[in-house]
Nanobody, 126 residues
Framework: QVQLVESGGGLVQAGDSLRLSCAAS????????MGWFRQAPGKEREFVAA????????LYADSVKGRFTISRGNAKNTVYLQMNSLKPEDTAVYYC???????????????????WGQGTQVTVSS
């Protein structure tokens, strides 16, 4: 089993930055990819970004490309999401996810991820 805990959310103004962290524990040796998703009230959970542990390759949603950066710590237990130029439409609960199945490419569907954190709220005021 893998446990994921997010931190770093908060209330900011449009144009500000935030850095989210996700700490993984348990059988982290089984993790191949990690991702960030978000869910706004009344909307489905949507993909934000993903990273592959083996080579740090990344994938981004078009809506955040150029503004958000996903990265990982040196140990196989931390992933970050640097969010710059935040917009009110970025307001959501942000979730960290991990996948323990090796796949040819990074995945953007939440159904492809096996482990989830509890989420951290990000609110961007205009």
């Amino acid at each position: 089993q893998v446990q994921l805990v997010e931190s770093g959310g908060g209330l900011v103004q449009a144009g500000d930055s935030l850095r989210l962290s996700c700490a993984a524990s348990g059988r982290t040796v089984n993790i191949y990819d990690m991702g960030w998703f978000r869910q706004a009230p009344g909307k489905e959970r949507e993909f934000v970004a993903a990273i592959r542990w083996s080579d740090s390759s990344t994938l981004y949603a078009d809506s955040v490309k150029g503004r958000f950066t996903i990265s990982r710590g040196n140990a196989k237990n931390t992933v970050y999401l640097q969010m710059n130029s935040l917009k009110p439409e970025d307001t959501a609960v942000y979730y960290c996810a991990a996948e323990n199945v090796p796949r040819p490419r990074l995945r953007s569907s939440p159904y492809e991820y096996d482990y989830w954190g509890q989420g951290t709220q990000v609110t961007v005021s205009s």
